[in-house]
């Protein structure tokens, strides 16, 4: 169900406007009351909260956020549960900025050293990742953000692996995570990958 602009979440989060619609999740534009500050609101579907492995997967990306922090990665702020209902919610940090598909659209072909620069940012954030035992598993352009100072944000963790975790399993549906542009081999195979997979 689509929340309204003012709507406060958990007696903290006050809807500011919708920021888009995936597989999972909404994901709303909100200012943490507690903070001040903005914040992205994440709501999973109700109706996919029945499902034992969507549920296993939402309580994986809430594991995996607690467990990263650095400067290059959007971080949690906080988890909790919609007003008078047992339905989860995710609150991470906003970045403001643009994604990298949109910051190449406009500026064409990078200069080298901007584009080692935001590569350098991006191969920090996942070694790190990689460091702590989480692979990402959808690199992909819309996954990077650039802000106005040129800092780069590695986001959405929705279908990140654990490593060590248990396998997921989706019934009758395919093995495959990711998004087809820019899965790897092993991706496509139904294999969970490792940090291979990232680079």
Request: a negative charge.
């Amino acid at each position: 169900m689509p929340h309204d602009v003012g709507e406060v979440i958990d007696g903290r989060y006050e809807i500011l406007g919708e920021l888009g619609h995936g597989g999972m999740s909404d994901t709303y534009r909100a200012r943490d009351r507690e903070s001040g500050q903005e914040a992205v609101v994440k709501i999973p579907y109700a109706s996919l909260m029945g499902d034992p492995a969507t549920f296993s997967r939402y309580q994986r990306e809430l594991e995996i956020g607690k467990r990263l922090q650095h400067p290059h990665i959007q971080r949690l702020i906080s988890s909790g549960h919609l007003d008078g209902s047992i339905a989860p919610y995710i609150a991470l940090e906003y970045v403001d900025g643009e994604s990298l598909r949109t910051y190449l659209v406009k500026r064409g072909p990078l200069p080298i050293p901007e584009a080692i620069r935001i590569a350098t940012q991006l191969a920090d954030a996942l070694d790190y990742c990689h460091s702590v035992g989480v692979v990402h598993r959808d690199m992909k352009p819309e996954n990077v953000l650039i802000m106005p100072d040129g800092t780069v944000k590695l986001v959405d963790f929705g279908i990140a692996l654990l490593q060590g975790a248990r396998r997921l399993t989706f019934g009758p549906l395919s093995n495959a995570v990711g998004t087809p542009d820019y899965m790897s081999p092993e991706q496509v195979r139904g294999d969970r990958g490792d940090s291979r997979t990232d680079v």
